[in-house]
């Protein structure tokens, strides 16, 4: 027999248990809630009609979205299907449902986009800008390094406060997405830019200030240090983390450190990276194998 389903109820608990169970960020949890409204039509939740909804009533809704979302891009589309998928994932665990109706929700395959990245010529291009009016873009110059020498996310740098640096072991102590924390180990050269920005901090217990640095502010700022020094394409965090990515990963790292330095839960949102490096690869391939030494 069909189970019946109180819509309205069991999206209040779903949200409540990514909030509480599952330290979903407030981000995600917002798009959750715009998926999940504009799936089923409703402004607040007691717009839903009261009755229970089969599960057939619940598959009808969800088509139905999927059709008012055909001009939508890939990308949003594929979103929306995996929080439908993680809802009724969820639903069929607590027994709200007799079947599990996430295998119904399909999501469309996105291809996958390369992350930007910058030479290393163009990171040591950024950082010779930073450095040689002596202490004028200090700042610019810390987040710089936090971001390409530590891999951080911009949320993490501008969050950071001053208790979660070790300076003598050379490690930041990270609060990550879902609230997950990670020890990273970051190279010397950040340590002291970060010693040397704390001489010329007027206090307060996070890096940037009295309070977290607006990400806004530190795209901005991320950006003007790409305009010093003449790159050509617009720099922002996100390259300068996949910069980090990259350049460790054609030096020799291993996927398994890389995953633990990025804070990525799965290995599959690392191997991204792995398609990076074939330029360097294939020169490995062609100086390192007997069959590349040969004369043709």
Not at 167 to 189: A, D, M, N, W, Y
Request: aromatic residues 10%.
């Amino acid at each position: 027999m069909e189970a019946s389903f109180d819509l309205p109820k069991n999206i209040d608990k779903y949200l409540n248990y990514m909030t509480f169970i599952k330290s979903a960020s407030p981000l995600t949890l917002k798009h959750y809630q715009i998926d999940l409204r504009q799936t089923f039509e409703y402004e607040n939740l007691s717009d839903i009609k009261k009755h229970l909804w089969t599960e057939a009533e619940l598959l009808t809704a969800v088509r139905a979205a999927f059709n008012r979302w055909a001009e939508l891009s890939l990308a949003s589309r594929n979103r929306k299907a995996a929080t439908l998928k993680s809802f009724f994932s969820w639903a069929f665990d607590e027994g709200h449902t007799a079947r599990d109706l996430s295998v119904q929700v399909i999501c469309p395959r996105v291809p996958r986009k390369l992350p930007h990245f910058i030479s290393v010529d163009e990171a040591l291009a950024v950082l010779s800008a930073l450095t040689q009016e002596q202490g004028k873009y200090h700042k610019e110059r810390t987040l710089f390094l936090l971001l390409y020498g530590g891999g951080l996310r911009v949320s993490e740098a501008c969050a950071l406060r001053w208790d979660q640096i070790q300076f003598q072991q050379k490690t930041l102590r990270l609060i990550g997405k879902g609230s997950k924390e990670r020890i990273v180990v970051v190279p010397e050269l950040v340590i002291k830019s970060l010693l040397s920005w704390r001489k010329e901090f007027t206090g307060g217990e996070y890096v940037f200030g009295d309070s977290a640095l607006n990400p806004r502010t530190a795209y901005e700022m991320v950006r003007q240090s790409g305009l010093r020094a003449g790159l050509l394409k617009p720099l922002h965090p996100h390259a300068l983390r996949h910069s980090f990515a990259t350049h460790l990963l054609t030096s020799g790292a291993n996927l398994r450190t890389l995953q633990e330095l990025l804070g990525h839960e799965s290995l599959q949102a690392t191997e991204k990276y792995t398609h990076l490096g074939i330029d360097h690869l294939a020169r490995t391939m062609e100086k390192m194998h007997p069959l590349g030494k040969l004369k043709t």
